[in-house]
């Protein structure tokens, strides 16, 4: 049984059944990584990286398709019917064909199958689509002009604290190496750096950009993110900026 830690892994990964990992092909179901920088003999020839793990995932997996369905069902969701019938349409099979090679007592409960395949796949497209939209508040309109985004990104003082440190490493008042892609992280992030901008001063946009230069080199990102996260408003033309 294949167990696959999925939680950061894209769906053009998960379809290829590897990706790149520190100048490396990784395959997704082994953990077998090949370098970019070598050539790999097989079958006397020479193969790149990519190549090589694509040979890999067949001679081992059989396909990214067949390890993708031997993963356990709690992660997959997948029913053992399901299973047996994915496998059976991925072949190519006749519903007349599957109807001989399975438990099924008519072709008509096969095209049922096919039909519920067909919604689970419609289902799960909305379902990631929400799911994304949870993790990036950036898409939320109802959170523009909002200065906590919501309950589910509150932050406890301990957790600011351990953030702060953590990126801050040469003293709040200094610069970071770089701007946290994690919401919650930036979020505390842009709450600190805000205090480098006086309540009630209206800044030019060069005025704001020096401050957040301070910061980090990509002030450009900071500047957009104060805007979007609600934390400072500007004026229509973009020549004034100020705490909100």
């Not at 769906?11 to 092909?25: C, D, N, P, R, V």
């Not at 109807?99 to 289902?123: A, C, G, I, P, Y």
């Not at 906590?148 to 003293?171: A, C």
Request: glycine share 4%.
């Amino acid at each position: 049984m294949i167990f696959l830690e999925i939680q950061n892994i894209s769906t053009e990964a998960l379809i290829k059944g590897y990706e790149m990992k520190q100048e490396s092909y990784q395959c997704l179901f082994c953990k077998q990584s090949y370098h970019l920088d070598e050539v790999f003999s097989y079958d006397n020839r020479f193969l790149t990286a990519k190549g090589i793990i694509k040979k890999h995932i067949e001679l081992e997996h059989i396909s990214p398709f067949h390890a993708l369905l031997a993963l356990d069902k709690k992660v997959s969701g997948l029913s053992e019917v399901q299973i047996e019938m994915m496998r059976h349409f991925f072949e190519g099979k006749t519903d007349q064909e599957i109807v001989n090679d399975s438990n099924l007592s008519s072709v008509s409960t096969v095209r049922q199958h096919r039909f519920k395949l067909r919604e689970k796949e419609k289902q799960a497209k909305i379902f990631v689509a929400l799911m994304q939209l949870m993790k990036n508040p950036e898409h939320y309109q109802i959170h523009k002009g909002a200065r906590q985004v919501d309950e589910r990104y509150s932050i406890e003082e301990k957790e600011r604290e351990k953030v702060l440190t953590t990126y801050f490493k040469n003293g709040l008042d200094a610069g970071i190496e770089t701007i946290p892609s994690k919401e919650k992280k930036k979020l505390i992030i842009l709450q600190h750096v805000l205090k480098r901008f006086e309540a009630e001063k209206h800044y030019h946009e060069k005025e704001v950009n020096e401050i957040l230069k301070t910061v980090h080199i990509d002030f450009v990102s900071l500047r957009r993110h104060l805007i979007e996260y609600g934390f400072m408003e500007r004026s229509d033309d973009g020549s004034e900026y100020w705490v909100k």
